[in-house]
């Protein structure tokens, strides 16, 4: 993906980085061919890092984000990230879902769901990487905007709340682990069932935590 988008974008993103006010579709391009970045970085004169690509690009796309549809180049990276996370790139995944979580506070705000499923995004990176700490922090952000948002009884709420308690699980925090696994629990049985597939996922998850617990 990250090769596809590298060749069939590097122009625009040359066009977009010069002088990125100039037009709207470039800087769009220029967006979705952030998740090549780490393919297409190397053949960009003075721009030897993401972070001075992204300083350059940075003041365009918050200008013209507001009044743009940007979800199509908003899923593309989305899609790029969980390639890369398929790959068990983790490390771009997790830069590439980072800079989705800054363009979905701009475009969407701090307490919209779309932010929130990128927040989710980036907080399984971490998990995947052990990160506890930092996964921990993230889906506490993600079960404070679903609840905000959707309600205390929603299934992505609880959905959040399981991976709270699997990163909690991993700093041997079981105590907290079980209870937000019991919440989502609580959620998941009368929305969904106790059959349904996402209900024994959150049986399971509960089982590991005091099994690990020793209970």
């Known amino acids: 993906i ?27 391009l220029a967006i979705r061919a952030a998740a090549a970045v780490p393919v297409s970085l190397a053949s960009i004169p003075g721009l030897e890092s993401i972070a001075a690509l992204e300083a350059r690009l940075s003041p365009a796309i ?71 700490q930092q996964a921990q922090l993230a889906y506490e952000q993600v079960v404070e905007i679903r609840i905000k948002a959707l ?6 709420t609880a959905f959040a709340l399981s991976g709270l308690g699997r990163a909690l699980e991993g700093l041997a925090r079981f105590d907290e682990a079980a209870d937000c696994h019991r919440r989502a629990l609580a959620i998941l049985e009368p929305a969904l069932s106790d059959r349904h597939p996402d209900t024994a996922v959150s049986y399971r998850d509960l089982g590991c935590t005091l099994y690990a617990q020793g209970d």
């Open 151 to 156: 309600g205390s009884d929603h299934t992505d």
């Open 62 to 132: 918050e200008g013209l984000i507001a009044s743009l549809d940007y979800d199509s180049g908003f899923q593309e990276i989305a899609n790029a990230a969980a390639a890369l996370s398929r790959q068990g790139r983790e490390r771009d995944a997790a830069r590439l879902r980072k800079r989705l979580v800054r363009l979905r506070l701009v475009s969407a705000g701090p307490d919209s769901p779309d932010t929130a499923l990128a927040i989710s995004g980036l907080a399984l990176s971490y998990y995947r990487q052990d990160k506890f």
């Open 2 to 28: 990250a090769d596809a988008y590298a060749g069939a974008a590097d122009v625009e993103l040359l066009t977009a980085v010069r002088d990125p006010s100039t037009n709207a579709a470039k800087v769009t």
